[in-house]
């Protein structure tokens, strides 16, 4: 590309589909696909390479909760890349920069925790969870009790231990994953109930007894940690049913298991608290931050431990102390300098109590001229994380035979009226995570474009063609 990055010539065309592996593509199908290419970037609004303005309704990739184009970040990682634009946080080395957001993140945090340890994505942060999990046992004189649960329709990242807690099959195949030991547990998804159950309360008591009956076949005491995203989010936006979380957890207290909440997108304001555990009455013991932390500008994760697990980990008397953990960008000093600008943003322009406010409105605004359409089946999210869902019958939510091409459909419709949405493997949805920052008059926007496209997505499924 030019260095002005506006121009997408046959060269780099020919580049990208020659050399470039993108992640989450059809490899075989690469050189068909119209690639899409943006060179910048202000507030909701990307910019085509050929100068057409889209709007990211996405926020990337559910991260861009300051919005686009905030140049105190730029300023922020240019200071410090001036200043000290490396150092590894190995044994003794620190610096101020990841040391202020650790006060930070403690202080915007749910009570109770008291360490930090900083990663380079969601992905790596959920493996630092898991080892330190199976180091918490082991500490404990437990070696047995390594197993994880996680849930269907979860996603936790795509390295091999993430990728394995992850319950998306779509993610597993031809990859040799889940590995030994990472088991899945239902979906708190209530649009995909079983047919015999009619209200949340008997809804929970079924998951929260799914849970039970899984912990007690494996046997409890091989069971290690539950993890969940308090609102699963790449698995297709799918809010937990009122009163879950404390149930789940009275379940896994039994059982002396602990719970990581996954708040790699829930986290930073995203559905109206600073973090959604907060909110859904999560009580774990590991919170994994990444995304929104930097708002996407630089690549950063936390793993964040409670007190209590904390302090077994720090009674361990190994030889020479080891903690044989980490990454070379640990602590990065300019990722957690952009980190520590994006969140003073967020609380200075209180964007979690915006996402509340225009959430609410945008979700109205969805429901209202869209839920009487006819493939619509569900409109639901928090905050500014929601999603339309598509069925081939909505009365009786029966998907069509083949959700995920009707929902490429449906997203492509809707970047045809330069709407950026996304979807979910085996689902039909237009997911959406706009920047935090939205206005009322720009989620309007969202809802002209979208309904702009519903014609063209309910032809294709009146046509059968996803049957
Ligand atoms: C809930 C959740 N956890 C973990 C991850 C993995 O993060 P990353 O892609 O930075 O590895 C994601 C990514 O979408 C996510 O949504």
Known sequence: ???????????????????????????????????????????????????????DAAGGLWCVNVGHGRQELAHAAAEQMARLPFLHSFANFTHLPQLELTDKLLSILPPGFDRVFYGNSGSDANDTNVKLIWRYNNVLGRPDKKKIIARQSGYHGSTVIAGSLTGITAAHR???????????????????????????????????????????????????????????????????????????????????????????????????????????????????????????????????????????????????????????ASGHPVCTAVALANINILE???????????????????????????????????????????????????PFRDASRAGHFAIQACHDEKLIVRGARGRALAAMAPPLTLTESEADQIVDRLERAMPRIEEAMHGGSFD
């Open 1 to 55: 590309m030019s260095s002005d990055q506006s121009t997408m010539d046959q060269r780099w065309i020919e580049t990208d589909n020659e050399h470039l592996i993108h992640p989450f593509s059809a490899l075989h199908g690469q050189k068909q696909k119209e690639l899409a290419c943006f060179a910048s970037s202000q507030g909701i609004w990307l910019t085509s390479s050929s100068g057409e303005r889209y709007i």
């Open 348 to 398: 200075r322009e209180q964007l979690p109590a915006n996402a509340a406010k225009v959430g609410s409105y945008l979700i109205a605004q969805l429901r209202e001229r869209l839920a009487d359409r006819p493939f619509v089946s569900d409109i639901r999210g928090d905050g500014l994380l929601m999603t339309v869902e598509f069925d081939k019958d909505p009365e009786s939510r029966t």
């Open 174 to 328: 031809s990859f040799d994953i889940p590995r030994p030991g990472f088991l899945h547990t239902v979906a708190a998804d209530w649009h995909r109930r079983p047919a015999h159950i009619d209200t949340e309360e008997q809804f929970v008591r079924y998951l929260a007894g799914e849970l039970e009956k899984l912990i007690c076949a494996e046997g409890p005491e091989t069971i290690a940690a539950f993890f969940a995203e308090p609102i699963s989010g790449s698995g297709g936006i799918i809010p937990p049913p009122r009163g879950y979380f404390p149930a789940i957890d009275a379940v896994l207290k039994r059982y002396d298991i602990l719970m990581v909440a996954d708040e790699v997108i829930t986290g930073f304001g995203r559905t109206g608290s600073w973090f959604a555990s907060q909110r859904y009455n999560v009580r774990p013991d590991f919170i994994t931050l990444s995304k929104g932390i930097t708002s996407g500008y630089l690549p950063l994760s936390a793993s964040v431990i409670s007190k209590q697990v904390s302090e077994v980990l720090y009674s361990e008397q190994t030889e020479g102390g080891s903690f044989g953990h980490g990454f070379t």
